[in-house]
């Protein structure tokens, strides 16, 4: 395949906002879990607890993450894989989340 030929492959993101945590204590044994299956998966933190945040109109200014895969692919495979799987069984009840998957524009 020349370089011509190859096509470039949009990368993927996981955008996560909480609107709400009954307890942020909780969410302790989920995150031990989902780091690694990130991490397993290809995915760069780019935004974490505490990062800045403005929000305007119905925005959330609350905890927003944001991971970054080297294709949309791989961003759905890391979601669905087992060791993330057990990390969303962890979420505690008490969390409200609004998770997407996105493909970027690349």
Known sequence: MTIQQEASVAKG???SV???IS????LTPY?????????????RLLSHIGSRVVA?????AQRVILIEFDSFEQA???Y???AYQKALAALPAGVERDFR?????D
Request: hydrophobic fraction near 40%; glycine fraction near 16%; charged fraction near 20%.
């Open 13 to 15: 993101y996981w955008v």
């Open 18 to 20: 909480y609107p709400a």
């Open 23 to 26: 307890d942020p204590e909780s």
């Open 31 to 43: 995150n031990k879990l989902a780091g690694p299956a990130v991490q397993a998966g290809g995915g």
């Open 56 to 60: 305007h109109e119905a925005g959330i």
């Open 76 to 78: 759905v495979a890391a």
């Open 80 to 82: 669905e894989s087992e």
């Open 101 to 105: 998957i996105i493909e970027g524009i």
